[in-house]
Every structure is written in structure tokens, then in C-alpha cells.
């Protein structure tokens, strides 16, 4: 190795950080990998394994008329390793990648460790040397220690990118739902007091949010639906902290049946136009994109399993055949504020040695981050032209790197990411998500071609 060689560390060895260092090591580099197991362990793992699933064996479907599906074969023609070991370790699950998980991680462990250019340290990494260092040793370090990573860890990035409230902890997450699946007929678009955040004045019959106006029967069973409904249980280290202005709608209504009228189901300064009057109760809905193609309930993170989401929250006529993109949850992870601190490459606007991959940099579920993991190996390793944004990856990338509107919050691989198209007269639903992925399948065939 020449004196000038790059060394490139990746910090945590799971789903994002062995796909990067396999990219990297694909593209000729050494790598050196920090993996803190088994010297301490998370409380999520339970083996010392690379690329340890800490809970389902899914890596959802592979169907080609699905984002899940499209964005496997996407990585899969970028010589992904998690999706080769995914095939490798299959088991019988219909439309689904299911794995042994054993054979998954041993499949990982051993195709890396094989490597002559691979080296493995088990520690845990409470910071990264400075830039100066960094330069003066030609080193690159890839972050993916995902979303259990250890709070000395998490704190330094935070302090490296030299804004504290870019570290969340939390995800307490709001459905998400298909735009076109909203019945119009059953929503009235309005902002309180009809105050947008445009700047020009709000018309009657324009404003920020759909709103679901309920009334005082539909509210009563709406309220009843949820004290009945089933909740996930909590992890043993997931105590139940929660921000006050972030509460489960759960913990709301526990506190009282009127808690969520007097919450975020407040019905003042919204005027529905088919009664003249405030409603009794109302649902918002507010745009998650530019495209407009998604739109969240606000205020309704929530524990509730998500087969039960759907039943509670189809019970609203407006969401009665509604499609949901993403379901609530409210659990423990550490991730940041990606579109504030990182370059379009994944690497840190005040650090651009330091990259970062998987679900820290606000993806979520084991493909997703190794998708970003990849991509962060990629990146890493020298010139690599992004995915554009009509592909999963790309569009997965994008929304990392440039944000939704609002809060920034962890997104999972769906075709709403996608640019908007409309459905066409007499096309299905999913004869239109069929053509979405057609199109993102020829628009990735003819970014792989100018790579090649
Ligand atoms: C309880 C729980 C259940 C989940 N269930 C699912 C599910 O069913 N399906 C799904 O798709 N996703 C699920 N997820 C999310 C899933 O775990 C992540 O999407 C995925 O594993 C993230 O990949 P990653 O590589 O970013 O992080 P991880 O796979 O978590 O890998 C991070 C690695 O970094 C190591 N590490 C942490 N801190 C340090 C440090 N300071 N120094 C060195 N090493 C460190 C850890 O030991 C770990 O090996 C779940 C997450 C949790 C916490």
C-alpha cells in the first residue's frame, strides 16, 4: 500500500456498516471496522455476529411492483452484500425476503473477515480523531452505529457537527398516508384561524392542512376505539419517557376522554365550510412533502399495533380506503438531523471525513439503512455519481439529505418518496404503483449504464 493510501474505519458493524465497508473494500481500500460487541453489548443484540437482526427476520417483500421490492434489486445490481446474504439465507415466506438469521450473519462475518484488506477491532468508539489528524493520516470514518449507539458516541458527532439539537433520541412517529388515498369528499382544507405558513393571505377555501371534522358521536366511538385497541409492549429499555408535547395518543386518552379535544383533535379556528361552525373534534392532516404526495395525522404517534391502526383509523370515513405509507410508533432511537448536518454524499458539512450510514442518518428498518450504508461506502470510496431521485435509492437519499417539510423524522423506502405522478383514467392503484416502479426500474437501468 502506497504511504498515501486512504485507511477508512467504519464505526459498528451492523446492517449499514458492513455494507460500506464490503463497498469499500470492492473498490480496493482497506477497512478497518470498530464493533463494540461483544465487549459491550446493546440491548437490543444478543450475539456478537456482524449485521445482527435484533428482531423480525423480514426484509420485507421483493415483489418488483413494490418500493421494498425495487429498492432489493436496486441494491442488489450495486453488488449489495446484505441482499446477496438475504438470497443466500432465504426461507419459504411467499412474496417476502425472510432469512435464517444465523445464516444471514455468518454469511456477512465470514465474507469480511475473508478479506485480506479487512481488519476487526471490538471496542467501543467514544469519539473520532480530529480533522487535523484525519488529514494528516489520510483517514475516513464511516458512522453507522445505528439506533442504539452508545451515548458518549452519539454525543460527540452531535458536538462535531456542532449543533446539539440535531441529536434526537426519540422517534415518536405520526402515520403516514397516500395522498390520493384521502377521500376529498370527507375533508375540509383549512389552517387555524386560517393562518398558512404562506406568506399571502389565506382564501376560504385554501390553507395548510386537510382536516377531518368529527362529531360529538364519532368522537365518543373514535375515543372508545382507542382505549380498546391492542399496543405494542415496551422493550425492557425503552422506559416510558416521553416528551410532553409528544405524548402517544394513548397516554392522552388515558388521561381523559376530552384530553385529545383540548390536544391535538382541538377544533378551534377551523371553520368547516359545510356547517358554517367549528366541528365537535377534528383529525389535521398535514403535508409530509413538496410533492404532496403524503400526508401525516398530526399528533398521532402511538404505540397501537399497526393492523389496529388501520381498523381504528379507517373508522374515519375521509381515511376509510386509506393506504398507509408509514405506520405510528414510539421508540427509542438515536438518529439526527441529516438534511441540517450532511452533504448530498453523506458525509458532514463541518467534517467531510466523517460519513454517515443506516439508520442514524434517519432511515428506518434493516434495508434501508444498508441501502444508505451502501451508498455511504460508495461515496466514501471516491466518485460515485448519486442514484437520481426517480429511484428508490435515490429518492430514499434525497429525503435524507434534504428533508420533508416539518420535523425532520425517520422515513422508510416508499413510493410517495417517488416524484409525483398522477394515476391515469381507469388505472388501479396498483396498476399505477406498477408503472412507478416500471419507471424507476428504466430511469436506474440508464443511471447503471452511464456507470458502468
Ligand atoms: C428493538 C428494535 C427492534 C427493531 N425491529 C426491526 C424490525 O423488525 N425490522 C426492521 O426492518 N428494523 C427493525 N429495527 C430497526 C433496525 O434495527 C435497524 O433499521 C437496523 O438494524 C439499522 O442498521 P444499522 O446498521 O444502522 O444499525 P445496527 O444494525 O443497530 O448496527 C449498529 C452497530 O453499531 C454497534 N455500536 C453501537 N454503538 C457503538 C460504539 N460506540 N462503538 C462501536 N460499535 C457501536 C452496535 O453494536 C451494532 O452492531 C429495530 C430496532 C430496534 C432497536
Known amino acids: 500500500m502506497s504511504k498515501n493510501s486512504p485507511i477508512f474505519h467504519v464505526v459498528g458493524g451492523g446492517l449499514a456498516g458492513c455494507e460500506a465497508a464490503w463497498q469499500l473494500l470492492q473498490a480496493g481500500h482497506s477497512v478497518v471496522m470498530h464493533e463494540m460487541r461483544p465487549v459491550r453489548m446493546t440491548a437490543a443484540h444478543k450475539t456478537s455476529n456482524?449485521?445482527?437482526?435484533?428482531c423480525s427476520n423480514s426484509l420485507k417483500s421483493l415483489g418488483v411492483d413494490s418500493a421494498p421490492g425495487r429498492l432489493k434489486e436496486e441494491m442488489k445490481a450495486l453488488d449489495s452484500l446484505i441482499v446477496r446474504a438475504a438470497l443466500d439465507a432465504a426461507v419459504p415466506a411467499g412474496q417476502?425476503?425472510?432469512?435464517?438469521?444465523?445464516?444471514?450473519?455468518?454469511?456477512?462475518?465470514?465474507?469480511?473477515?475473508?478479506?485480506?484488506?479487512?481488519?476487526?477491532?471490538?471496542?467501543?468508539?467514544?469519539?473520532?480523531?480530529?480533522?487535523?489528524?484525519?488529514?494528516?493520516?489520510?483517514?475516513?470514518?464511516?458512522?453507522?452505529?445505528?439506533?442504539?449507539t452508545t451515548p458518549d458516541l452519539s454525543q460527540h458527532i452531535a458536538d462535531r457537527a456542532g449543533r446539539k439539537d440535531n441529536l434526537y433520541f426519540y422517534d415518536a412517529i405520526a402515520p403516514v398516508i397516500l395522498a390520493e388515498s384521502i377521500n376529498p369528499e370527507k375533508v375540509f382544507r383549512a389552517s387555524r384561524y386560517g393562518k398558512d405558513q404562506r406568506e399571502e393571505p389565506a382564501e376560504p377555501e385554501c390553507g395548510d392542512y386537510l382536516n377531518i371534522a368529527l362529531n360529538k358521536e364519532?368522537?365518543?366511538?373514535?375515543?372508545?376505539?382507542?382505549?380498546?385497541?391492542?399496543?405494542?409492549?415496551?422493550?425492557?429499555?425503552?422506559?416510558?419517557?416521553?416528551?410532553?408535547?409528544?405524548?402517544?395518543?394513548?397516554?392522552?386518552?388515558?388521561?381523559?376522554?376530552?384530553?385529545?379535544?383540548?390536544?391535538?383533535?382541538?377544533?378551534?379556528?377551523l371553520t368547516d365550510p359545510s356547517t358554517g361552525r367549528w366541528p365537535w373534534a377534528v383529525i389535521q392532516l398535514r403535508q409530509e412533502n413538496k410533492e404532496a404526495t403524503m400526508y401525516s395525522m398530526v399528533g398521532f404517534q402511538t404505540k397501537m399495533k399497526w393492523p389496529e391502526q388501520k381498523r381504528v383509523f379507517s373508522m374515519l370515513t375521509a381515511l376509510a380506503d386509506a393506504e398507509f405509507l408509514r405506520f405510528g410508533s414510539v421508540h427509542r432511537n438515536t438518529y439526527f438531523n441529516s438534511p441540517e448536518i450532511l452533504n448530498a454524499n453523506l458525509s458532514m458539512k463541518n467534517e467531510p471525513r466523517i460519513f454517515l450510514a443506516g439508520q442514524i442518518t434517519g432511515v428506518e428498518g434493516y434495508t434501508e439503512s444498508a441501502a444508505i450504508g451502501l451508498l455511504?461506502?460508495?461515496?466514501?470510496?471516491?466518485?460515485?455519481?448519486?442514484?437520481?431521485?426517480?429511484?428508490?435509492?435515490?429518492?430514499?437519499?434525497?429525503?435524507?439529505?434534504?428533508?420533508?417539510?416539518?420535523?425532520?423524522?425517520?422515513?422508510?423506502?416508499n413510493l410517495g418518496l417517488l416524484p409525483p405522478t398522477d394515476r391515469k383514467k381507469g388505472e388501479s392503484k396498483q396498476e399505477k404503483k406498477a408503472r412507478q416502479c416500471a419507471l424507476a426500474k428504466e430511469v436506474f437501468t440508464n443511471y447503471l449504464s452511464e456507470l458502468n
Open 50 to 54: 456482524l449485521a445482527e437482526l435484533v
Open 96 to 148: 417476502a425476503l425472510a432469512v435464517d438469521r444465523e445464516v444471514f450473519s455468518n454469511f456477512i462475518t465470514e465474507k469480511l473477515s475473508q478479506h485480506k484488506n479487512f481488519t476487526k477491532i471490538e471496542e467501543e468508539v467514544t469519539s473520532i480523531p480530529d480533522a487535523a489528524t484525519l488529514e494528516e493520516t489520510n483517514s475516513y470514518w464511516i458512522v453507522s452505529t445505528g439506533p442504539l
Open 218 to 269: 364519532e368522537y365518543t366511538n373514535f375515543i372508545t376505539a382507542i382505549e380498546q385497541a391492542e399496543y405494542m409492549p415496551l422493550h425492557d429499555f425503552e422506559e416510558p419517557r416521553y416528551f410532553e408535547s409528544c405524548l402517544p395518543v394513548e397516554v392522552m386518552v388515558s388521561r381523559g376522554r376530552e384530553t385529545l379535544r383540548f390536544g391535538p383533535m382541538k377544533p378551534v379556528g
Open 376 to 413: 455511504a461506502g460508495r461515496f466514501a470510496a471516491g466518485s460515485f455519481k448519486r442514484p437520481p431521485v426517480a429511484t428508490l435509492m435515490g429518492s430514499l437519499l434525497s429525503y435524507v439529505v434534504e428533508g420533508g417539510l416539518g420535523l425532520f423524522q425517520p422515513m422508510n423506502a
